[in-house]
């Protein structure tokens, strides 16, 4: 799935990179906890959001995370929008809640990630 | 690469907005020596937890990135506190961090066990009113 689709389904706003609409991701990871998302996320994959400080660029630019959606309507602060541009990280916010997001993206035919051993 | 590369940063205590600028900078020269991205990313990783680590819970302290031709140690050191109990410091799930900390995304608990599975090799020592030093491994 690229970007554009991604903006397309969930009506999103694009916060930053315009011009890197045909960027692929593969699976989506829905998480407020960077600590997680630095654990179990893979590259190609796009993170679903509700948490907006510079640290989500930061954890994203770790483990080359392309691309970001703000849900529930969240806007990240300037320094966040600063830090993505400087790394090429596109970007995206949506209305929809975490769980309509996920399940748009879902239908729509994005992955999860497989994290299947977590519980022994 | 015949020469060893030295990062050296120093990490201030709750400096949240630089907070990521040591690993930021590591990933960086790692990409430009040419390492490998898989090493590349595991490296990313445990700096960012590390750094993350001595923001949040440390007094201060620094993280050192030595460079050498088949792998890469990094060693993070403080000034204290101390962990009072390692063990339980090293489980999945197990944190200290307060609830600002958790509005931030982290102290989930996963710090230390991500760095240690991210490492080929990993040791942290640790004495309370002294410090901690954890040092991390990554054959390239």
Do not use: W
């Amino acid at each position: 799935m690229n970007i554009r689709q991604i903006v397309e389904i969930l009506k999103a706003e694009v916060l930053t990179g315009e011009d890197d609409m045909e960027k692929e991701v593969k699976y989506a990871f829905g998480a407020d906890l960077m600590s997680d998302v630095l654990a179990f996320v893979n590259e190609k994959t796009v993170l679903l959001t509700g948490l907006t400080n510079p640290q989500v660029i930061r954890t994203a630019e770790m483990i080359d995370i392309s691309a970001i959606v703000y849900v529930r309507g969240k806007k990240p602060d300037d320094a966040s929008i600063m830090l993505a541009k400087e790394n090429n990280i596109t970007l995206l916010r949506t209305s929809f809640t975490l769980y309509t997001t996920s399940g748009l993206l879902y239908s729509a035919g994005l992955q999860g990630i497989d994290v299947l051993g977590v519980i022994k | 690469m015949g020469e060893m590369v030295k990062l050296e940063y120093r990490v201030s205590s709750e400096d949240f907005e630089r907070a990521g600028d040591a690993s930021s900078n590591t990933k960086k020269v790692l990409k430009k020596i040419g390492i490998p991205s898989d090493v590349i990313r595991r490296a990313a990783i445990v700096t960012y937890e590390a750094e993350m680590n001595l923001v949040i819970h440390s007094m201060g302290g620094e993280i050192v990135v030595e460079i050498f031709p088949d792998r890469i140690i990094v060693t993070a050191k403080d000034f204290g506190p101390g962990i009072p109990d390692v063990d339980k410091a090293m489980q999945e799930g197990y944190s200290t961090a307060p609830d600002r900390i958790r509005e931030m995304g982290f102290g989930a608990g996963m710090g230390l066990p991500n760095m240690k599975k991210c490492s080929d090799d990993f040791s942290i020592e640790s004495e309370v009113g002294v410090g901690t030093e954890v040092v991390m491994t990554l054959y390239i």
